[in-house]
């Protein structure tokens, strides 16, 4: 079996529903040509996507309310306290999404920059929200290749006593083997994107991928 049908079928590894929506948008962010305006609009568009499906995993408990009918209506409500960690900096791009649905919301950051020769992840910074062990959280990266930088910033997160099964990792692009060794480090971890890539290049760039996306969000090309 591929590396890319293991990743597909994996039960940690959620990916979008495919869409004629989400594939118009992921073509435009993609494409080259894309002038930098558009891409930051569409990616948040996918953005906004990633983080309302990331909720979806998120535990409820069973709450009744009253209707303006008068009548009582068995719904639920989400359990437990949620905060955001952004991968910096890349990851600071999906901070706006997280707080467009959760009205402040608490949004720790990880400086991690992978060596540009290497690929090789290393950590230089992490402000967390001082409670983040009793919360989940949505740990915020668009491009998962390797998954370095990701598993570094999980470790981060792990020494600051967050349970493992309450981390869930959103990012736009992966690419297969990165995504399956980042689930098989942390049997508890879940992981959801938008979509599953074919692999990586020598440089451990996705493709076809969409280049640098820190580079092309912020326009430092
Ligand atoms: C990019 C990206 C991820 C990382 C993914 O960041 O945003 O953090 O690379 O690669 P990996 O899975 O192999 O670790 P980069 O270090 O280039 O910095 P940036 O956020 O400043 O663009
Ligand atoms: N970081 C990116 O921005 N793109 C890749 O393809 C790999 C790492």
């Known amino acids: 079996m591929s590396l890319s049908t293991q990743a597909i079928g994996h039960a940690r590894l959620h990916q979008l529903v ?19 305006g558009d891409f930051v609009f569409y990616s948040d ?29 068995q719904g639920v409500a989400f359990e437990g306290r949620i905060c955001g960690v952004s991968i910096m900096r890349a990851g600071e791009s999906m901070e706006q999404g997280l707080r467009d649905v959760c009205t402040s919301v608490r949004i720790g950051k990880v400086l991690i920059q992978r060596d540009e020769r290497t690929a090789q992840p290393k950590l230089y910074y992490s402000k967390l929200p001082k409670d983040i062990a009793d919360r989940w959280v949505l740990l915020l990266d668009p491009m998962l290749a390797t998954g370095g930088s990701a598993m570094k910033c999980i470790e981060v997160l792990l020494e600051a006593g967050v349970k493992e099964e309450r981390i869930l990792f959103i990012n736009l692009i992966c690419s297969p083997e990165g995504a399956l060794a980042m689930l098989e480090q942390f049997p508890k971890l879940q992981i959801i994107t938008a979509e599953i890539d074919e692999g990586m290049d020598e440089q451990k760039f996705i493709l076809p991928g969409l280049g640098d996306f820190g580079d092309r969000y912020f326009g430092t090309e």
């Open 18 to 36: 495919q869409t004629h929506q989400l594939k118009a948008l992921m073509t435009i962010i993609r494409d080259q040509n894309t002038p930098r």
């Open 45 to 73: 568009r996918v953005i906004r996507l990633l983080v309302e499906e990331g909720l979806n995993y998120l535990p409820v408990v069973s709450k009744e309310v009253i209707t303006p009918m008068g009548v009582p209506f």
